[in-house]
Nanobody
């Protein structure tokens, strides 16, 4: 059974940093692109970024470009999201997701292109 488990969320002041992790199991992690999404209260889930299966392609939403960094360690089956210069509007539940097709990546993917999701971790940025 494929499983994704996020960690690293919490409360941080505006301008601060957090690093989220997503531990994967049950699938050949190194063969799948991985994405980060977030959902703020009362809003639809929003794409944050995607990294290809070997990390050669990374794409960010404009709202986080230059502040967030996605990386992965395939030896540890772990995906990361480094968030710097956080703003109150970054407050949301952050979820990682596995792309549904191996060795494939899409720029600005739709949610439907991911078939496995983590439970999410809360990030709260205070002003």
């Amino acid at each position: 059974q494929v499983q994704l488990v996020e960690s690293g969320g919490g409360l941080v002041q505006a301008g601060g940093s957090l690093r989220l992790s997503c531990a994967a199991s049950g699938r050949a992690f190194s063969e799948y692109s991985m994405g980060w999404f977030r959902q703020a209260p009362g809003k639809e889930r929003e794409f944050v970024g995607i990294i290809s299966w070997l990390g050669g392609t990374i794409w960010y939403a404009d709202s986080v470009k230059g502040r967030f960094t996605i990386s992965r360690d395939n030896a540890k089956n772990t995906l990361y999201l480094q968030m710097d210069s956080l703003k109150p509007e970054d407050t949301a539940v952050y979820s990682c997701a596995s792309y549904s097709l191996p060795r494939s990546v899409t720029i600005e993917p739709e949610e439907e292109e991911f078939d496995v999701w983590g439970q999410g971790t809360q990030v709260t940025v205070s002003s």
